[in-house]
């Protein structure tokens, strides 16, 4: 018997340890201040811009439509082997921005994710990510009872969580796909623009020629609102299509050309909902980011992107108000390293 607890010690020993071992990994960083300026920051349509420049109660006190913006970030990444000697890749990101002469508007948001290897270049990938409140501004609310109207803060918060896959059908490409789920709230007086939205997504990533990189990715979903309030339809479909390019340039630095597309489509026909009844609008966005290589330590990233949205809509006053255009600028500037720490 004493032998038997002894070998049962020993063996939980060496488990012990062998768990202990998988856990030790380095811990990567990487945190940094993202100075920058947006022109357009709320979105507000080219008539808003005239309204709020004529009536300085139109936003209920935001004087300007352009803000300069800083932001700060911090980035984990941890990969220990906790199944067998296989990786498990997990990554922390916190960013917080903060908008100088549009204070309202700064926001915060975390992300988590896991990818998992399987084996013979297979992962499974998992993510949460939050964003717990995020102002679009002041609109003017009626009172159903009283019929007094006042501009009350406009914000939702929103979570999101995904499951993918991601293979190498080559040895230089890769396909992921992943199911997504995420969910919008609004507080009152606004609850009835709540959403619950799913979405699958399908990227390819290539790195085929050297110092090309690209990447498509292409999502399809559907936003269903959850309105408990009144009879009005606000769910639509969406398609996106992100294509990026890497281009690797004599000295490795790096310059970065993104694209998005995104096309939404309102399912409401109903005559007296005229702001989404027959509702179609297209969206075009486009980064560019150059990254030059100084050291591995020390991240300089300066950056400009441009957006803009069409809307087509029976009701001409809707086509007016929901298309915008806005620009941004700024450089990223970091600093990233490793802990080589063990457990």
Not at 92 to 113: G, K, N, P
Not at 182 to 202: H, K, L, T, V
Request: hydrophobic share 35%.
């Amino acid at each position: 018997m004493p032998a038997l607890l002894i070998i049962v010690l020993l063996f939980g020993q060496v488990m012990s340890q062998s768990f202990t071992q998988r856990l030790a990994a380095p811990i990567s960083y990487e945190f940094g201040l993202v100075p920058g300026f947006q022109n357009n920051p709320l979105n507000l349509s080219a008539t808003e811009i005239d309204k709020a420049a004529a009536d300085p109660n139109y936003l209920d006190g935001i004087k300007y439509s352009s803000s300069n913006v800083i932001s700060a970030y911090g980035k984990l990444s941890y990969s220990p082997r906790l199944f067998g000697n296989r990786k498990t890749r997990i990554n922390l990101i916190q960013y917080y921005h903060y908008y100088h002469d549009i204070s309202e508007r700064s926001y915060q948001s975390t992300t988590v994710s896991v990818k998992q290897s399987l084996g013979n270049y297979r992962y499974l990938l998992l993510g949460y990510g939050i964003l717990p409140e995020y102002y679009l501004r002041n609109y003017l609310v009626t009172d159903p009872a009283t019929l007094i109207s006042d501009r009350q803060n406009c914000s939702f918060g929103t979570d999101r969580a995904w499951l993918g896959f991601e293979h190498r059908l080559s040895r230089r490409n890769r396909l992921e796909y992943r199911v997504t789920v995420r969910q919008e709230i609004y507080p009152a007086p606004f609850s009835r623009y709540d959403m619950s939205m799913r979405e699958g997504a399908i990227s390819l990533e290539s790195d085929q020629f050297n110092g090309i990189s690209s990447d498509l990715e292409i999502r399809y979903g559907m936003a269903d609102n959850d309105n408990q309030f009144d009879e009005l339809d606000r769910s639509y479909r969406f398609l996106n299509m992100r294509p990026s390019l890497t281009l690797t340039i004599p000295g490795k630095h790096r310059l970065n050309l993104s694209g998005r597309y995104d096309q939404r489509a309102y399912d409401s026909e109903e005559p007296d909902d005229p702001l989404h009844a027959g509702r179609y609008q297209e969206e075009f966005r486009l980064d560019v980011s150059l990254m030059p290589k100084f050291s591995e330590s020390l991240v300089i990233e300066p950056f400009a992107g441009y957006r803009e949205r069409r809307v087509d809509s029976s009701d001409e006053v809707v086509r007016g108000l929901k298309s915008f255009s806005r620009y941004w600028f700024g450089v990223r500037v970091g600093f990233k390293s490793v802990i080589d720490m063990y457990f």
